[in-house]
């Protein structure tokens, strides 16, 4: 049962257009939500987060909206660089139960210049 | 060290033998979990530490997967009778607040013939 899912495993974008990167979610538990960027060879690092008592969160160049009502979760990058090119990961945890993350399949961004 | 370390970064092991796959945290954190990645999925949620409580082991495999962290620091994580599918890359990550960012180690890539 796959409670997090990110459905294209690849996107590709121009340099300095915006990345869109999809999660939706089965989970009415989950409340708080993270995204993760990994590069070969190297464990994953994070990006941004959101609580579920927010809709939007901001870092730079990087957005997380969330929609609670849909399940759905989505990471912007404004404007992209080929230096974002990496596997993005979204991940879930219900804070009310153990608070373990749960990860998506993860989706491939190339960015090209 | 200052990130998290695991240990051996690469093993290759024949079919039936078992292995263990060491992970040195981040110092003070209280929550350390073990994922795995194997070739072109997702990062697969396997066991989860938090302190004293009991592990969260439900995503264990198979009884030949076990784990133990000794002294809220260190972990251990056991393959016995290892089999080709086990083959994969072995994330350990530390966190210091639930719910909150997970810190990564570099993985263990591990190679069963």
């Known amino acids: 049962d796959q409670q997090v899912k990110q459905n294209s495993p690849s996107l590709s974008v121009q340099e300095g257009r915006i990345s869109i990167l999809n999660c939706d979610y089965t989970?009415?538990?989950?409340?708080?939500f993270l995204w993760y960027k990994k590069y070969p060879a190297e464990g994953p690092t994070f990006l941004i987060s959101i609580s579920s008592i927010k809709d939007k969160n901001e870092d730079g160049r990087f957005t997380v909206f969330l929609n609670k009502s849909a399940k759905h979760l989505s990471l912007h990058i404004v404007p992209s660089q080929p230096g974002d090119s990496a596997v993005y990961f979204c991940?879930?945890?219900?804070?009310?139960?153990?608070?373990?993350?749960?990860f998506g399949q993860g989706t491939t961004l190339q960015v090209k210049p | 060290g200052a990130g998290v370390s695991q240990s051996p970064s690469n093993k290759v092991t024949e079919k039936g033998k078992d292995v263990e796959l060491r992970c040195d945290p981040i110092s003070g954190h209280t929550a350390l979990y073990w994922y795995r990645q194997s070739l072109g999925q997702g990062l697969e949620f396997l066991i989860y530490?938090?302190?004293?409580?009991?592990?969260?082991k439900s995503g264990l495999p198979s009884d030949r997967f076990s784990a133990e962290r000794t002294g809220g620091s260190v972990s251990t994580l056991t393959i016995q009778r290892t089999q080709q599918e086990d083959s994969a890359v072995y994330l350990c990550?530390?966190?210091?607040?639930?719910?909150?960012?997970?810190?990564f180690g570099e993985g263990s890539r591990l190679t069963v013939l």
């Open positions: 991940a879930a945890s219900a804070t009310s139960n153990t608070g373990k993350l749960i």
């Open positions: 989970n009415s538990m989950f409340d708080y």
């Open positions: 990550a530390s966190s210091s607040v639930i719910p909150g960012e997970l810190f």
């Open positions: 530490f938090q302190g004293n409580s009991a592990p969260d």
